[in-house]
């Protein structure tokens, strides 16, 4: 039998006082509240009654810091997994409103749709897919939860959705500590569930 469901879980906040895209950037772990939202998530899913079996993580610290609850509530050893890690920017380490506002910059910014600036959607899409999948398959039983970022669980659920993969980052439904559910049934992925167990918190610095 392969896992039950499947949880994307998004980090909590960050510590980012200059408000910079972080990217992959190390050292940027979750502030105070953010460790409260991380085990807000946490508690969320162990609220459900499921068996959580699998921990996997993006290899970035906030979301290694984000999976400690599940480790502490499930008793679980987190793995980490490079498919699930935030996508690749050109403006990273860079204030964004200023970026944009940057005559060099524009270049960048031609072809929204790809995007022009960074790891294209369709690359993000497929690795993340392929992440769920092989977490799926090779999980025995029980729920598999994956500790991953803002951008990829998106574009993850507009893949699944069969959604155009172009989008606003100022419109996903992806917030700080959110927990997107998935099930599989005859070879494909469904969304059965998405939740904002943790307080808003101060969400800046995502790709």
């Known amino acids: 039998m392969p896992a039950a469901r499947l949880h994307l879980v998004r980090h909590g ?3 980012n006082p200059q408000r910079l895209l972080y990217e992959r950037i190390p050292g940027y772990g979750l502030s105070e509240a953010g460790r409260e939202m991380a085990r807000a998530a946490a508690e969320h899913v162990n609220s459900e009654g499921r068996a959580v079996s699998r921990l996997i993580s993006s290899p970035l610290q906030r979301a290694r810091e984000s999976a400690e609850p599940f480790v502490e509530l499930f008793d679980l050893t987190p793995e980490q997994d490079e498919r ?6 050109s403006f990273a380490g860079k204030r964004m409103k200023r970026a944009v506002l940057n005559p060099i ?3 960048l910014l031609i072809d929204p749709s790809k995007p ?3 790891e294209p959607f369709a690359a993000t899409a497929e690795r993340m897919v392929e992440a769920m999948e092989d977490a799926w398959e090779s999980t025995d ?3 598999v939860v994956i500790v991953s970022h803002q951008a990829p669980i998106w574009i993850a659920h507009l893949a699944i959705a069969g ?7 100022t ?3 992806c917030a700080l500590s959110s927990v997107t559910t998935f099930e599989r049934t005859g070879g494909s992925f469904t969304e059965v569930a998405y939740a ?3 307080a808003a918190g101060i969400d800046l610095g995502a790709v």
């Open 13 to 15: 906040e960050v510590h």
């Open 84 to 89: 699930v890690i935030e996508p690749w920017n």
């Open 105 to 107: 910059n524009w270049r």
């Open 116 to 118: 022009s600036w960074g």
């Open 141 to 143: 039983s029980g729920d």
């Open 163 to 169: 959604e155009k993969l172009a989008h606003s980052p």
């Open 171 to 173: 419109k996903r439904r």
């Open 196 to 198: 904002e167990p943790a």
